[in-house]
């Protein structure tokens, strides 16, 4: 099993570009997330999805879009990129909802010029 | 207003002796903590956890203390060796319309010194 994957790892973009990150499961979870990781600060929770067809916003949602149209694909879009979305993006999946481990992607780090 | 808070930035520990990293939470609704260990162009890996009915939990060298009255929990890491040495964040629970909505501390990094 690859577990979580995300593409690309890397990306560089100008100001008002666009572009999608893709993440890619192969365990069968419902629940998946988007974070974007800061120096100094923790991860936070961008959109999740509890399953197929459903997303939600969670504590950073503006300037993102997602989308899940299949179980084991999370789409996170940048319709306008900003240099204040430069970050590091993971993605994670998870079993179910309540006391399960969530398993992360490696990370796609995105600088926004 | 940050609700999970790791307030030491680094530590330096002796390989063998015992690693203690700590962190505190705000918010009494948290019910589910969790420990993850993050090498450098990796992602998160999960460590440990512990639910807010016990006070502790043991894997290996590895243990989480809860004290749920103080709002602050720790991890030990007993004895400590070269592999440990890593950012480890802290991460703490909360159920919103059935899935998990973790919010993390900002993450110590260990150095284990041979």
């Known amino acids: 099993n690859a577990g979580v994957t995300q593409t690309p790892k890397f990306r560089v973009l100008k100001t008002g570009q666009s572009m999608t990150l893709l993440c890619a499961q192969d365990m069968n979870h419902e629940y998946m997330y988007w974070y974007r990781q800061d120096p100094g600060m923790g991860l936070r929770l961008i959109h999740y999805?509890?399953?197929?067809?459903?997303?939600a916003k969670g504590e950073v949602p503006d300037g993102y879009n997602v989308s899940r149209l299949k179980k084991q694909n999370f789409l996170l879009g940048l319709e306008s990129a900003a240099p204040s979305q430069t970050s590091v993006y993971f993605c994670?999946?998870?079993?179910?909802?309540?006391?399960?481990?969530?398993?992360f992607g490696p990370g796609t780090r995105l600088t926004v010029l | 207003d940050q609700q999970v808070k790791q307030n030491s930035p680094s530590l330096s520990v002796q390989e063998g002796r015992i690693s203690i990293l700590n962190c505190d939470y705000t918010n009494s609704m948290f019910d589910y903590f969790l420990w993850y260990k993050k090498y450098p162009a990796e992602g998160p890996t999960f460590l440990i956890s512990?639910?807010?009915?016990?006070d502790k939990n043991e894997d290996g060298r590895f243990t989480v203390f809860l004290n749920k009255s103080a709002k602050h929990l720790s991890l030990h890491i007993v004895p400590s060796q070269p592999g440990d040495s890593a950012v480890y964040f802290c991460a703490a629970s909360d159920l919103i319309q059935g899935a998990q909505k973790l919010v993390f501390g900002q993450g110590t990094r260990l150095t284990i010194n041979p």
């Open positions: 512990i639910s807010s009915i016990k």
């Open positions: 994670a999946s998870s079993q179910g909802s309540a006391y399960n481990e969530q398993f």
């Open positions: 999805s509890v399953g197929e067809g459903t997303t």
